[in-house]
Every structure is written in structure tokens, then in C-alpha cells.
């Protein structure tokens, strides 16, 4: 029998819980022509919800495009990966692919390779200079207004991880986009990230390119009942019994981070396979089991960190992160000047280590602070 839990992967379907309103909003959204914000942490669940709001879209006839900023490492690969991108959302049939290219791509002129999987995706032989590039772009970013209104259907494109743009000179590319996609009234934009200031300033920043472009969704976690009630029918349909009060237990240990919580019952899952039972005893020794099995990912985070970022990290996981430029947490964490808390802040962010919800700073992996209090302190 197969474990019922999925982490770390983008989960659809019946591995997809609750998000119904959300689900709704964006596609009700989306069909209107309305751009997005997508903003959340990491691992909470944005790629998932984008891609099963795609797959309904499909269904609904729409044609969709999904880039993954991740996977952008220059022009040249933002081209390549774009136009790869819109043109298998239009064809797929390798002939027809390669018409579609030629049409509708002529200043770019890409190469059609052939994937080990089979699908064609595109590759440009010559090197793009940022400078002349600008014409190259407008091609691409064009290139979905163009075949949606060919087509008489209406173009779906996501940009996920949109703040790694800034590693790649942004602000030319966000104005590039703008200029273009202001007028496309055949596609509806959808941009997701997790670096939440990065987004929340692209948008409400007057001097930005992207100044009131769309409306911000921020995502919150799973309502813990609908959660609950997810694992709890994961659980029995596997033939497991819970013991009372153990998912409380569990979304309390996890904080109800839904990538964690997955990751947490997917051991118990398979700890307690035998006998087919979760009690409350059985997760401190499957957490342990976690924390030893992430070890090495967390110990080589935390030898890349300086001293003074390691006392904050500590500081945070102690006492929860709130007033951390106070006197008194300063004084009491022996961390220096203010001026020096704010740079090793802003580095622990810029790293995604810790997020900042209002005024509270906290360590984005939970099991991450759990294993700092249990090694580090
Ligand atoms: N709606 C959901 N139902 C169940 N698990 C979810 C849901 N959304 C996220 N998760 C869990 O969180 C993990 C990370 O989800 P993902 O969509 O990759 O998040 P993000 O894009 O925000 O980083 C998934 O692998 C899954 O374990
Ligand atoms: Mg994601």
C-alpha cells in the first residue's frame, strides 16, 4: 500500500486539500483578464494551487503557460524558456510546433530540439545581449496576445518565483512586461513569489514598472478543521486509527506549515505501518527520525552562517521573534549594535531563512527551528 502523503512536490487532485475560495477567486480572476499577485511563504502551498487553477482553466478551453523563474538564469535562458513555454501551450504535434515557431517568433529565429521526454522546447544559438535584446522580448512577450487572438481563445500565463527577476537586471524586464502585457486583452497574468516584500513594493511602489498592475492575493495556511479533515480521511482509508487528539498534536508541532505537515504524517505513515495505529507517543520519535534524516541539509545551512547571524537565529528560535531591535533582546542575546541586527536580518531574509509577519520575524522552516533548539542550544 502506498503512503497517502506527498511533500515536497506540487500536489493535485485528491493530494490537494481544501483551498476551495482560493481556487475559486483565481479562476473567477483570471477569466476576467484580472492580473494576480500570488504571495506566501515557501511551501505553502502557491505552485499547487496555480497549477490545479491551470487544469480547471484548461478544461474550460483556456490555453496556459507556466515559467518558473527558478529555472531562469539569463536573457538568453528567459527567452529560450518562454517561448518554449507558449508555443507547447498552443501546439504540441511536432509539425505544427515548428510552424507555430516560425510564425510567430520570425526576429528570435529558435532552434526546435527534441526533449529525452519528447516534447520539442527551443534553444537560440547566438548569444542575446541584454541592450539589443529589448526587440527579442517584445516578440516573446507578444507571442501569447497574438496566438490567443488567432485562436479566438484567451491565454493563462504564470510566472512563478517572480522575485528571482531581480537577479536578472528586473527592472528592465518589469517595464519590457508592462509596456506590452498593459494591452494584451487576450491574456490574464498571473505572478506568484515568496519573498512577500519584494512582491507587495513591485506593486505598490509608484516608481516601479509594475505600480498597481493587479491585485495582491496574499495565501494563508490551511484552515486547520479543513486540514484535519483531510489527513484524517488519508489516514483511515489507509486502514489507520488516530488517537484522539493526535492531529491537534501534529498541526501543533508543525505549525500547521502544510509542506511540514505532509512531511510529518507521511513518517508516521510509514513508522506505524505495522501496527496501523498513531498515538501521541509516536511523534516525538518520528520527529527525531526527521530531524537526524535533515541533518546534513540543516548543518551545512548553518556552517555557511557568520557567527552573528547564528546568535539572531538562536535568539529567534528561543523566544519568537518579536521585538528583536529592543533593548533588552539585544542586551540579552549578545548581539552587538542595532545597526548590526538590521544587516544580519536583512541577510537572513534575502536568504529566505527567516520571513517577517508584521513586526514578528520568524525561521521559515519549522523543523529547522526545531532542530536549532534541540542542537544549538
Ligand atoms: N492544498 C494542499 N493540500 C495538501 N498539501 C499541500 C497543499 N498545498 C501545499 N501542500 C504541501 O506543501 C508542499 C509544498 O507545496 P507547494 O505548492 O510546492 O508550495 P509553494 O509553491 O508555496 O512553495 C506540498 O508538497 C504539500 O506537501
Ligand atoms: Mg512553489
Redesign the pocket.
Known amino acids: 500500500m502506498k503512503n497517502p ?7 493535485t487532485g485528491e ?5 476551495e475560495t482560493e481556487l475559486e477567486n483565481i479562476i473567477r480572476d483570471l477569466k476576467a483578464g484580472q492580473t494576480i499577485f500570488l504571495i ?13 487553477a491551470l487544469k480547471r482553466l484548461q478544461k474550460d478551453g483556456f490555453l496556459t503557460a507556466y515559467i518558473d523563474l527558478f529555472k531562469v538564469s539569463s536573457f538568453k535562458s528567459l527567452l529560450e524558456l518562454y517561448t518554449g513555454i507558449v508555443s507547447r501551450a498552443a501546439e504540441t504535434k511536432i509539425e505544427r510546433f515548428n510552424r507555430l515557431v516560425r510564425d510567430f517568433f520570425p526576429n528570435i529565429r529558435p532552434k526546435v530540439v527534441i526533449t529525452p521526454d519528447g516534447s520539442p522546447s527551443i534553444e537560440i544559438d547566438y548569444e542575446v545581449k541584454e541592450r539589443s535584446a529589448s526587440k527579442l522580448f517584445d516578440e516573446v512577450y507578444e507571442a501569447p496576445q497574438r496566438i490567443a487572438k488567432k485562436r479566438n481563445k484567451n491565454f493563462i500565463v504564470v510566472f ?1 518565483e517572480f522575485q528571482e527577476i531581480a537577479n536578472l537586471n528586473g527592472e528592465v524586464i518589469e517595464k519590457g512586461m508592462r509596456a506590452c502585457f498593459q494591452h494584451h486583452d487576450h491574456v490574464s497574468y498571473l505572478f ?1 513569489g ?1 519573498r512577500r516584500h519584494i512582491i507587495s513594493d513591485m506593486v505598490s511602489n509608484k516608481r516601479r514598472a509594475f505600480y498597481n498592475m493587479g491585485k495582491v492575493m496574499p ?1 494563508g495556511k ?1 484552515p486547520v478543521e479543513e ?1 484535519k479533515s ?1 489527513l484524517e480521511d488519508k489516514f483511515s482509508r489507509t486502514g489507520f486509527s488516530l488517537e484522539n487528539g493526535v492531529l491537534d498534536e501534529i498541526l501543533d508541532v508543525t505549525e500547521n ?3 511540514n ?3 510529518l504524517c507521511h513518517e508516521l505513515w510509514n513508522n506505524c505501518l505495522d501496527s496501523r495505529r498513531v498515538a501521541y507517543e509516536d511523534i516525538t520519535p518520528t520527529m527525531n527520525r526527521i530531524l537526524d534524516g535533515q541533518s546534513a541539509v540543516y548543518v551545512t545551512i548553518w556552517n555557511t552562517l557568520p557567527l552573528h547571524q547564528k546568535r539572531i537565529l538562536i535568539a529567534i528560535a528561543s523566544s519568537g521573534g518579536e521585538n528583536i531591535f529592543s533593548r533588552d533582546f539585544i542586551r540579552d542575546n549578545d548581539l552587538g549594535a542595532a545597526s548590526s541586527v538590521q544587516t544580519s536580518i536583512n541577510l537572513l531574509m534575502k536568504k529566505e531563512i527567516i520571513e517577517k509577519e508584521g513586526n514578528i520575524y520568524y525561521i521559515s522552516d519549522v523543523f529547522f527551528k526545531i532542530w536549532i533548539r534541540k542542537e544549538m542550544m
Open positions: 502523503f506527498r511533500y515536497g512536490e506540487v500536489v493530494d490537494f486539500a481544501d483551498r506566501s511563504p515557501r511551501r505553502y502551498g502557491k505552485t499547487s494551487l496555480i497549477i490545479n512563478d506568484a515568496s495565501l490551511i486540514f483531510f506549515y502544510p509542506y505537515v505532509q512531511f
